[in-house]
């Protein structure tokens, strides 16, 4: 993958650029949303994205206060 530094002193992290750590990232990201081996385990990466808004939507709510 290809990214361009947008902003002068927030330079992208390598990790970005390199497979093993985009590999690492996606399997954690993952895990957060439905535990160990959710990629294993057959859910999407759009399943993913989907839970972790509704955790996110539902922290916001609870700071809040509502």
């Known amino acids: 993958m290809n990214y361009k530094q947008r902003f002068?002193?927030?330079p992208i992290d390598k990790?970005?650029?390199n497979k093993s750590d985009r590999e690492y990232f996606i399997k954690e990201i993952?895990?957060?949303a439905y535990g160990e081996n959710t990629i294993e385990?057959?859910?999407t990466?759009?399943?993913v994205i989907e839970v972790l808004k509704e955790y996110s939507?539902?922290?916001l709510k609870?700071?809040?206060?509502?």
């Open 57 to 59: 939507d539902n922290a």
């Open 45 to 47: 990466m759009a399943d």
């Open 41 to 43: 385990r057959g859910y």
């Open 8 to 10: 002068k002193d927030m």
């Open 15 to 17: 990790a970005w650029t």
């Open 30 to 32: 993952s895990n957060l």
């Open 62 to 66: 609870w700071e809040l206060g509502e």
